[in-house]
């Protein structure tokens, strides 16, 4: 079935330096979505990517969509205590039909 | 306009018993998911409903069911509990389920199977 990788699995950042997560996938997907969890949270939607080579911003927040629709990045520039928490990308089924597939998510932890 | 809703909140439940969890989505939403979430797996698809229906389901024994009433609210059910059952399992309601719908989650229900 259709796996989506995720890394680096734990990143660790000084406040005010940048931070990078990266998606994968086995397959081509038709959109990708980003969700960020809080500490004792739940995951919360960022942004959806749908168009091959498509880059969308947020603030510090740049989400970028690769060209053969199989890879994505979430970058933040100038990182703040905010930004802690657990991001994860998921992209829609594979041909079994078996609901969001989900990365195994990146731990951003900040160091005043 | 209020959020998914899930309870109980937290639950401890010894081997061998069962639990209901429940989930009510956010009013005008027909499609709930259900994930379950552990620190080695993830999050990890049980479940979609849509108009009562189980459209589709991901790869969990059949101890893992769960249903969808006519307002939408949905429960899940998991007998037989195991310690590896432990976990946070969270409901996602949406629209219409369709895979470019973006998902909204509950707090989830803490469960931990002693």
């Known amino acids: 079935g259709q796996q989506v990788m995720q890394i680096p699995q734990y990143q660790h950042v000084q406040e005010g330096e940048d931070f990078t997560t990266y998606c994968n996938s086995s397959?081509?997907?038709?959109?990708i979505q980003w969700y960020k969890q809080r500490p004792g949270g739940h995951p919360v939607f960022l942004i959806q990517l749908v168009k091959s080579g498509e880059v969308k911003k947020q603030k510090r927040l740049t989400f970028q969509f690769g060209e053969a629709k199989k890879n994505s990045s979430l970058h933040i520039t100038a990182t703040q205590t905010t930004d802690v928490g657990t991001y994860f990308c998921a992209g829609p089924p594979g041909g079994g039909a078996d609901g969001l597939t989900f990365g195994k998510g990146t731990h951003l932890i900040i160091q005043p | 306009k209020a959020g998914v809703t899930q309870t109980p909140r937290y639950l401890i439940k010894t081997r061998g018993q069962q639990v209901t969890l429940s989930c009510s989505p956010i009013s005008g939403h027909r499609s709930v998911s259900w994930y379950q979430q552990t620190p080695g797996q993830g999050l990890q698809f049980l479940f979609e409903y849509f108009s009562e229906t189980q459209r589709n389901k991901g790869n969990f024994p059949g101890r893992f069911s769960g249903r969808q009433f006519s307002n939408s609210r949905s429960e899940m059910n998991v007998s037989t509990l195991e310690l590896g059952d432990s976990a946070l399992y969270l409901c996602?309601?949406?629209?219409?389920?369709?895979?470019?719908?973006?998902?909204?989650f509950g707090s989830g229900t803490q469960l931990s199977v002693l």
């Open positions: 996602a309601s949406s629209l219409s389920g369709t895979t470019n719908e973006k998902l909204f």
């Open positions: 397959t081509t997907l038709s959109n």
